[in-house]
């Protein structure tokens, strides 16, 4: 890096308050509501400061109860606020489910038209933190199975300062699920970052061998694999799919017509996942593209344990990636 | 369950080479329907079924020189249930394991999976290997330059037959000079009308005067076996086609007597292209009843013909050439064409010899009804 004053050094947590902040500055209609939001800065620091310099009309503290406030939150959106509505950690989102299922996702339709819902929940998801089974879901795979609401999964410092901006201007609800063990990664960031579009998937390193994909947390794990792999002479490329509901399928077929294998690298539980609807996807869409069965890596179908040892054993990691690509490719001279 | 076997595709065959099956365990078939393809040494041939249902299992691999009468296949028929237990002896070994990319690859290239080895996860054959294949193997045109063995087999074949024909049967020759006025004439006109693709050639006539006589002298017709004729109903005229590296083969064109001359014309076009290329079907080289050379584009006048086992009869064709032809008292030029007849002794007469190529002549100054 030449140095020049383009970029800053920061961190994801920083990148998303700077969003919180950007977006409060825009627009007076926009709130931020949680629990531990205001005096306390937020569970995971992400809204520290902000109740100084917003008040506590625009940072309020919730009572412990995610079915009420995700309520108020849908009720404040449909009288024409912008809510940001933080629940702390995805395992808690389970109170609020009837919320969220029943009511974000279905008012638009229930309502004839009459009413859309423009909130925006942003939790926190993930295992990697030694905060064991009540602690560690990944449920963002559940979440995109639902029609009528839209899933993101931020992995990188631009899409965590640009995408709840875009989040907030769409009509519909939208959760954004951020990965508890992202918030402290360091990066550059441009100055000048803003807003991203929130329906592509993107390529985040180019190949021809293999293709990765992935979302979220795991998405360093598996850039980390394709440097890794690349010294052997595997050229590994790494789709981040950034939006799990609605995929972009057009990107995922891209890459698979491209390298004609995959692997699927997702933090969720194996049955039932998200990498199960996308391996899904490439055999309606590319079956006679394909040169290898597609693979993919999920988290071991378990309680997460606490131990560190066996929740590093528990979750995908690089070296697991690593040994995927190799089974799957095989270089002939 | 019926048995399907090498056929026999000539009395000098005893072996054959399978080279494709065209078919797999559990597929239907039909009657007719081409199921493998065989090397005999005369030519490749494509092997038909003779009856409708479903394979069973396979007992030959491709690449295996079985001799005739080996049982190829097993064919379960329509409504007879599927035998319970897997059958004894496994199929052909296909490759069960290939990536959907590579069998797409493959037909792009034209790469038989069965040669390539798969280098893939428990074996499974990848683009690569079939790239990898494609490269090797630059595969041979058709064999239009046939390799000396096969030319050398070629010939073994027809010494064979042709040793076995002069040594069995008591030939008689009889000839007959045909005036071909009335069918050149009506020809002409008849052409006159057509495009210049789907005009007819006289040999055309010759096939139908040669497949209608038969009516009239069904000696003519059949095979001698066994030590006595057996006659046949159908009429499969056995063409003798010369290839162009040298040789013949003389395949049929079946149920002559039941078709138009469209079709005949038709059937005769494709017949000569496939029996140059190599590529002949089984029942066209075991089914002809009676053998029809013409060497007239040679400038033969008249053909004195060996008879091909275990037929009983061969009629040759000259080259049609305008001859003084007396009648009436006066001498005219006329289109003039010699036929010839070879028969087997042990089943007709010259007197019935006689009657058969006076039937062709008649037949022949009626072409309008042919």
């Known amino acids: 890096m030449s140095g020049e004053a383009k970029t800053i050094r920061t961190t994801y947590r920083e990148a998303i308050r700077a969003a919180l902040r950007d977006a409060l500055q825009r627009d007076e209609r926009v709130f931020l509501m949680g629990e531990d939001v205001g005096r306390y800065g937020g569970c995971f620091a992400v809204s520290k400061g902000l109740l100084d310099e917003f008040g506590a009309e625009r940072i309020r503290d919730t009572p412990l109860s995610e079915a009420a406030f995700v309520g108020a939150g849908i009720g404040a959106a449909m009288g024409g606020a912008r809510p940001i509505v933080e629940i702390m950690t995805v395992n808690f989102s389970l109170l609020a489910l009837d919320q969220i299922v029943n009511n974000a996702a279905t008012i638009l339709h229930m309502s004839g038209g009459q009413f859309n819902i423009p909130l925006v929940i942003r939790m926190t998801t993930g295992a990697g933190r030694q905060l064991a089974a009540q602690h560690s879901h990944s449920l963002e795979g559940w979440y995109a199975h639902i029609p009528g609401i839209k899933v993101l999964a931020p992995a990188t410092l631009e899409d965590a300062r640009g995408m709840l901006w875009t989040a907030l201007e769409d009509p519909d609800p939208v959760l954004i699920f951020e990965h508890g063990s992202l918030y402290n990664m360091e990066g550059e960031l441009a100055v000048d970052a803003g807003p991203v579009e929130i329906n592509r998937a993107a390529v985040r390193r180019s190949g021809t061998d293999v293709s990765l994909i992935t979302y979220g947390g795991t998405l360093g794990k598996t850039l980390q694999a394709a440097q890794e792999v690349a010294a052997e002479g595997i050229s590994a490329e790494v789709v981040d799919l950034r939006t799990l509901r609605p995929l972009d399928t057009a990107t995922i077929i891209g890459t698979v017509v491209k390298t004609h294998r995959a692997v699927i690298v997702d933090e969720g539980w194996r049955s039932g996942s998200i990498s199960a609807e996308i391996m899904a996807r490439i055999m309606e869409n590319a079956f006679y593209e394909l040169d290898a069965p597609v693979a993919r890596l999920c988290s071991a179908e378990v309680p997460m344990p606490y131990p560190k040892h066996l929740e590093d054993a528990a979750i995908p990691q690089a070296p697991e990636i690593v040994a995927a690509i190799r089974q799957l490719v095989r270089k002939h001279g | ?370």
């Open chain 2, 1 to 370: 369950m019926a048995e399907f076997r090498m056929p026999s595709l000539g009395a000098d065959m005893q072996a054959g080479t399978l080279i494709e099956w065209r078919v797999r365990p559990g597929d239907a078939v039909k009657r007719g329907a081409i199921v493998a393809v065989v090397d005999t040494e005369k030519a490749t041939i494509e092997i038909e079924i003779f009856e409708n249902g479903v394979v069973e299992a396979i007992h030959v691999r491709e690449g295996e020189k079985v001799p005739v009468g080996t049982v190829l296949a097993t064919i379960r028929g329509e409504g007879e249930a599927a035998r319970s237990p897997a059958p004894a002896v496994p199929a052909v070994e296909s490759p069960a394991r290939v990536s959907p990319l590579a069998r797409r690859r493959a037909e792009e290239l034209g790469v038989d999976l069965a040669t390539v080895t798969g280098t893939g996860e428990r074996g499974a054959i990848t683009r690569d290997d079939v790239e990898r294949s494609a490269a090797r193997v630059t595969r041979p045109a058709q064999p239009e330059k046939p390799s000396e063995d096969r030319q050398a087999g070629l010939r073994r074949v027809i010494a064979a037959a042709m040793a076995r024909s002069k040594r069995e049967i008591p030939h008689y020759y009889l000839g007959i000079d045909i005036d071909m006025s009335r069918a050149m004439a009506w020809l002409a006109a008849e052409n006159l009308k057509r495009s210049v693709t789907d005009r007819l050639l006289y040999s055309v006539l010759l096939l139908r005067a040669v497949a209608l006589a038969v009516h009239e002298v069904p000696e003519m017709n059949g095979f001698w076996v066994d030590g006595a004729f057996q006659p046949s109903a159908a009429v499969h005229v056995g063409l003798a086609i010369s290839l162009r590296q040298g040789g013949l083969v003389a395949p049929a064109i079946h149920d002559i007597d039941k078709k138009r001359l469209d079709e005949l014309m038709r059937e005769m076009l494709d017949l000569v292209k496939r029996a140059r290329a190599g590529v002949l079907r089984s029942s066209e080289l075991s089914d002809p009843t009676i053998t029809v050379t013409n060497l007239g584009e040679q400038g033969v006048q008249t053909v004195f013909g060996v008879i091909y086992p275990p037929q009983v009869a061969l009629v040759g064709f000259g080259k049609v050439a305008e001859r003084p032809w007396a009648g009436g008292g006066m001498i005219g030029a006329r289109p003039v064409i010699s036929a010839s007849l070879s028969a087997d002794h042990r089943v007709s007469d010259g007197h019935r010899g006689g009657r058969f190529l006076a039937a062709i002549d008649r037949l022949l100054q009626e072409p309008e009804k042919l």
